[in-house]
């Protein structure tokens, strides 16, 4: 069965320093969809990014970059030089190739970046 | 407008009664999807549908029905509302399997 992992239920740091937010995934499919979201305070859920299972090349977006390990099964998502707007929940998700496209949520990490 | 669209944003209703969930989606995206938010479960899938008049079941469906008629909407109906069903509401759509997927902003259902 999947599931998504993400172990640390909140985080708190200080702007501008770098957080990593984990997330850990099981499935028995080759071929799988990696997918992180932001929740800001503000409710709307907002698409990060997508992976998928034959692209383990990390991608790196302004402050925001991702670590995609097979070997581990993971994909961690990291903000460098965090800002009070980085707060939110991030949301780590997964999609395998049989499963009609549903989205196996992890129940998201808070992040609360402080001034 | 262009998107996905929820209403209500907000509704509270009775136990026992009856409410529907409105989700419309303008770019005839095959695959939507219902999700429920609970604090201390993350989002969590009821029902989901691949096109339309194809719907299914997902983690959580006991109390909830679906319809999809038409490829843009997809309406999910509590039957007799109860109190363990308040909660947020997403509704999702996506064009393909494995693709990005785009929710709509949350109907924020209490039951009292």
């Known amino acids: 069965a999947q599931k998504v992992t993400q172990a640390q239920t909140e985080i708190s740091v200080v702007e501008k320093e770098d957080v990593t937010l984990d997330c850990v995934y099981e499935t028995r499919d080759t071929t799988y969809y990696l997918f992180w979201y932001k929740q800001p305070p503000s409710g709307e859920l907002v698409f990060l990014i997508r992976?998928?299972?034959?692209?383990?090349q990390n991608e790196i977006s302004g402050r925001y970059s991702w670590n995609f390990q097979k070997s581990t099964s993971s994909f961690n998502f990291t903000i460098t030089a965090s800002q009070v707007v980085d707060s939110a929940v991030y949301f780590c998700a997964l999609s395998e190739e049989g499963s009609q496209g549903n989205l196996i949520f992890g129940k998201g990490t808070k992040l609360s970046v402080k001034p | 407008d262009a998107g996905i669209t929820q209403s209500p944003r907000y509704k509270i209703t009775e136990t026992g009664r009856q409410v529907t969930l409105m989700c419309h989606q303008t770019w005839s995206h095959s695959y939507m999807f219902w999700y429920r938010q609970d604090l201390g479960h993350g989002l969590r899938l009821i029902y989901y549908?691949?096109?339309?008049?194809?719907?299914d079941k997902g983690e959580v469906p006991d109390g909830y029905v679906v319809s999809r008629s038409k490829t843009e909407n997809f309406p999910l109906t509590l039957e007799s509302a109860t109190r363990s069903q308040t909660s947020v509401y997403f509704c999702a759509s996506s064009v393909e399997q494995g693709r990005g997927y785009t929710f709509g902003s949350g109907t924020r259902l209490t039951v009292v």
């Open positions: 992976r998928n299972s034959f692209d383990e």
């Open positions: 549908s691949a096109a339309a008049d194809i719907t």
